[in-house]
């Protein structure tokens, strides 16, 4: 399900990075820049300059005044991208990086509230891969020993690392751990340099799918194909090929990443409405914190499948399409 919905929550954290809290400002992150107070080097393996992706937005503009967010579930076919069999991060260096660093460990892994020596099977269950849409997150800066979160919007085209639930989790290149965004009913101010297309209007939050994801189903960025690929597959060895959603979607707008090709898919991927996601039967991965409660009104979704279907296997999950906010 799609909704468009206004959040509100008291605003905290760091004045200039939009603190954990929200309000403020809120840091615009190039799909390849290293950002403020990188937990480690990046472990971003592909170069971060993708084909732009088509991302869907709503057809009428949010009331004014109002901070409105469109939001998916992560299990939304389309949603994210990457290259077939090639992992969009590197998570043995991501792990190697923070067992050579104990106090970073542990940081990290308060960030995500999970133990320390919980890092290393934390990071081999999620998945490598691309958001296809600029997209909200609490990104988190390594600063003084300790997590010091801010509200980021990261560029279409950037690596992350994705829980079973379809949740950014890490951004590969500065290895930060990502939470879920604190949206108040103000819009913050955005920091930093906007890329080619960034509207605030056009940028998404990726809510958690209510069941496990058993298999994301993805836009290949180099070939158009769809993909499907496993949850916690850190290699990406096991995807294969499977078909794309059939109703075309409505309104779409583009947000490129800097010096980005235009987007050439065969099959229009980025043109195909995203799905609901699938249902599970494994146990969930680590789970983010409660982010706040709806206090605004919904809108219906755009047009596209609204049925949920078994993955090639067993039946590949939802797909994507991206909004505005």
């Known amino acids: 399900m799609v909704l468009a919905v206004v959040l509100t929550r008291p605003s905290g954290g760091d004045k200039e990075g939009g603190g954990g809290g929200g309000g403020g400002t809120i840091s615009l992150q190039n799909a390849a820049a290293t950002g403020p107070d990188p937990f480690t080097d990046s472990t971003a393996r592909e170069p971060a300059d993708p084909a732009s992706p088509s991302v869907q937005v709503p057809t009428t503009a949010p009331p004014p005044g109002d901070n409105a967010v469109r939001q998916y579930d992560g299990s939304r076919r389309g949603l994210y991208g990457g290259t077939k069999n090639t992992a969009s991060c590197d998570v043995?260096?991501?792990?190697?990086y923070l067992a050579a660093e104990p106090a970073k460990n542990r940081a990290f892994a308060a960030a995500l509230r999970i133990q320390p020596p919980t890092v290393p099977d934390y990071l081999r269950a999620l998945t490598p891969l691309r958001l296809r849409a600029d997209t909200w997150v609490t990104n988190h800066g390594y600063r003084d020993g300790a997590p010091r979160a801010y509200?980021?919007?990261l560029q279409a085209g950037t690596a992350v690392l994705v829980?079973?639930?379809g949740v950014p989790r890490v951004r590969c290149a500065c290895g930060n751990p990502l939470g879920e965004p604190v949206i108040t009913k103000t819009a913050?101010?955005?920091v930093g340099t906007p890329w080619p297309g960034y509207r605030m209007s056009n940028t998404v939050v990726v809510k958690p799918a209510?069941?496990?994801v058993k298999v994301f189903v993805i836009v290949d960025i180099d070939s158009g194909e769809w993909v499907a690929r496993r949850p916690?597959?850190?290699n990406a060895d096991r995807d294969r090929e499977t078909e794309a959603p059939t109703i075309a979607p409505t309104d779409t707008a583009t947000s490129p990443p800097p010096s980005s090709p235009k987007p050439k898919p065969p099959s229009s991927p980025g043109d195909q409405p995203?799905?609901?996601?699938v249902s599970p039967d494994t146990p969930d991965a680590p789970q983010s914190p409660d982010t706040g409660t709806d206090t605004g009104t919904t809108t219906e979704p755009p047009s596209g499948e609204t049925t949920a279907e078994q993955p090639?296997?067993?039946?590949?999950?939802?797909?994507p399409s991206a909004p505005a906010s």
Do not use: F, M
């Open 232 to 234: 916690g597959d850190s």
């Open 210 to 212: 209510p069941r496990v």
């Open 163 to 165: 829980d079973n639930r």
């Open 188 to 190: 913050p101010r955005p």
């Open 151 to 153: 509200q980021a919007v």
């Open 274 to 277: 995203p799905e609901p996601p």
């Open 312 to 319: 090639p296997g067993d039946g590949p999950p939802s797909a």
């Open 92 to 96: 043995e260096r991501q792990i190697g």
